[in-house]
């Protein structure tokens, strides 16, 4: 079951945007086993990245405050890794409708930066991408398979989406053996909790936690999927071994069975014990780029990688609030 | 049949790369239809940008020596446009991958910067883009149809691809009536003859008409279809007006029957009256990014908009030559 865990004691792992959410609680379990990981945050405000994600990582381990597209900083950091978690970015879908340019250069140009220093080091480490079921945009069938047509309906789901394609394209051209995961909404410890730009989850479990109104845009009948990170965390960590996914691979991840918002929301005050719901108007900006109900299927990775979310929806938030409870002021 | 034509006399038209090969061959077009064309072109060496191309141009028109990317420069300049054929950008696969950085500037960041202003315009002229059917990568099925998948062998199609995207997105949130031409290769009069990074055509031109040797990689057995650059400007000419093709649509261009480049050398050689074949082996790294045989069905844009090629390939050679024989100092 969880022999691919053996590999990496020892390993030297490269974690990208390993400050943030779900690099940092991959960069802890990574350390956790053994290996030794170095985290590589730009670190620019409002994408996520946060010193006190990393709180506890051992002596092993290292965190560089690197750009990915500082090519003469991040060449010497390569050197040696067993496997690259490349998962920096910009996550905001609201905001690459607000600056384009901004998102083109976090989601493009960062990726292509990496791949190129990767293609001129001689180096052949594995690349997992964090990518995202946005490329999917509107879906015509639920829940999507990888094989769905893509087509973003936002800036940030055609950057992702390029990305996609660097990475798919530096395997089959430079033989740069890369593995592409296409995640679902992720929630749990060491979100980012500021800011209008993220998803609707931190934005809820703050608001609940703080006893305010969770707005939920046309009543909030809109379906979703969600991961509770620990469970996006083994996924990556089933891609890093040489005998996991093979090279060129895309897989989705996500949950069933799906929820509404408003039934997520219901849940989420039940279980922090405050919040109230309200129905509101969507907001014109959110309603021109919102995709529906979206779900993923996620049977191709369970196939072939025996991976699937063990996290209930009741029970990962229990923990995400018990987490901000304990540690809310390092996020509010 | 025709009618499309008399929507132009007295409108103000926009061409992006409008010194470039197909860009100058619509300005002059469109010139003499009777519209106001503003070129707008960066002139960056070898894109392909020429003053000799709109030798001729009428008072009616001008030249503006601005990038794309020079968000001040180009604002005022689409004030009072209805149309914007937009035909800018760095068309050569091989230097795609050698700099994919500056591919990314000129294809992807380029593109944005044009679709931002013009959303920040509040205008909402037709927006024309010239794709390539490089985005189908190596066809899964031959001819492929637009709904073929999206599968990118180089930095160029992935770029161009991003670029799609955005037009349909422009389209879809700021509902700016944008359309995408995915071009076949293109060949004739004013077209980029110098340099490696391009194309077959003006290689085996050029080469043909100083009675050199023309390289058949692998013997030239893979196929391909090619469109004389007139009928490509019909295209375009052709979903110009608002009653041309619907905004968001996508469609290919193409001609039958596709030939193999061994057939193309042959028929050039004949009408050039000079040049030989030779086969060779496939040069590393044209290999890993070529296509194989490639077609495009262009049924499509036939049913829409009654667009079909009316050049046959000898005529279209037969022009080509002639021209570059008159004119060849200024492209050699």
Known sequence: MDEHLDWYPGRSVLVTGGLGFI????ALTLDALGARVTIVDSSIPGLGANRFNVEGLSDRSQVAAVDLRDTAALAPLLAGQDCI???????SHIDSMTDPLADLDLNGRAQLCLLEAVRASGLRPRVIFASTRQVYGRPERLPATEDHPVRPT???????????????LFHEVYEVPTVVLRLANVYGPRQ???GRGQGFIP???RTAMEDGTLSLFGGGHQE???NYVDDVVDAFLRCGPPTGAAPGSTYNLGAEPPFTLRSFAKTLVAIAGAGTLANVEWPADRALIDVGSVSTDHSSITADLGWKPTWSLADGLEATVAYYRLHGRHYW
Chains 1, 2 share one sequence.
């Open 192 to 194: 980012l909790m500021r």
């Open 154 to 168: 936002d800036i940030n789901g055609i950057h992702k989406q390029a990305a996609e394609h660097y990475h798919r």
């Open 203 to 205: 934005i809820f479990v």
């Open 224 to 226: 979703r999927d969600a």
């Open 85 to 91: 978690f490349n998962l920096a970015g910009q996550a």
């Open 23 to 26: 690099g940092s609680n991959l």
